[in-house]
């Protein structure tokens, strides 16, 4: 006869229940504020996220850290966003997928300019970027399940530096700034390249490979760990650098397209769902590189 210990069933109790192990997702911003293309997103120095696609593609909205949206801008005619990443304190540059640009706008005057035009984009899908603002741009074909990445130069000068990839979608830079991280949709696969200053790549291996989901965008935290966007899977997995899947976050929709990281201390998710047309939060256990980077570029201003 199985002798009866209370601490020992309630924590067993503790550990099958998936509603302790495993955190979910809030609704942050009201449903269907966005359109199914719902995408960016991207914090300031003062905790505001901006998002792509507002009410109607070609727009980006502002969203103050309580959850309330407003306009931001328009984008120029032809252009659609999708990937944001911030450059500095004031600037954050828009990955246009319409018009084979990266678009640069300022908070301050809500300008947006051109800063690269590549025709031989297929279509600029996500951002990533150092400290010094050397960008990469994921550029998949979905058609061909075929993709590349570019890197765009701080002077806003692009070249090719991956070819003949799967379908790229989601792009990261480590922490250390010596690995680049990207993703293909399709296949399934998280590759990892050694990164150089100069924005050259080398070595690719593979990180992981997930055996169903799509993937979408994603972001790192200071620890190195990624955050993955599974797009129709409606989750996040947690990926170590050594390739291991630490944890999984439920979200309330299904296409989770993209993350980023903020709130005071930087551990405050944001996640755009083009299913439900608006960005969903949670709580990480470690804070984001890019929420450490903005930190660093205000400390400058």
Not at 27 to 35: I, Q
């Amino acid at each position: 006869m199985r002798k009866y210990v209370p601490g020992i069933l309630v924590l067993a109790l503790w550990i099958s229940s998936p509603l302790q192990a495993q955190t979910v997702t809030k609704t942050f911003t009201a449903e269907k504020e966005f359109t199914s293309n719902c995408e960016g997103p991207a914090v300031d120095a003062d905790g505001n996220i901006y998002a792509v696609n507002f009410a109607q593609d070609g727009t980006v909205a502002q969203v103050t850290p309580r959850g309330r949206t407003s306009f931001f801008r328009t984008l120029p005619k032809g252009s659609t966003g999708n990937g944001i990443r911030f450059g500095d304190a004031t600037t954050f540059y828009i990955a246009d997928f319409t018009g084979h640009n990266v678009l640069k706008a300022s908070v301050e005057d809500r300008e947006v300019t051109v800063f690269v035009h590549e025709p031989r984009m297929n279509q600029p899908n996500d951002l990533a970027i150092t400290r010094s603002g050397h960008l990469f741009c994921s550029d998949p074909n979905w058609k061909e399940s075929t993709g590349q990445v570019w890197h765009v130069s701080p002077e806003g000068k692009a070249r090719l530096v991956a070819e003949n990839m799967g379908t790229t979608n989601g792009i990261e830079v480590s922490p250390d700034e010596r690995t680049l991280y990207v993703n293909e949709s399709v296949q399934r696969n998280v590759w990892a390249f050694d990164l150089a200053a100069d924005g050259t790549l080398s070595n690719k291996r593979l990180l992981i490979k997930f055996d169903d989901g799509g993937m979408d965008g994603m972001r790192c935290d200071v620890a190195g760990n990624l955050y993955i966007t599974r797009y129709g899977k409606g989750e996040v997995a947690v990926v170590s650098p050594q390739g291991k899947v630490l944890r999984t976050i439920t979200t309330i929709g299904k296409n989770v397209s993209n993350i980023c990281f903020g709130g005071r201390k930087g551990k405050t998710c944001y996640i755009t769902l083009q299913d439900r047309g608006c960005l969903e939060t949670f709580r990480a256990k470690t804070a984001g590189r890019e929420w450490a980077m903005m930190k660093a570029f205000s400390s400058k201003k």
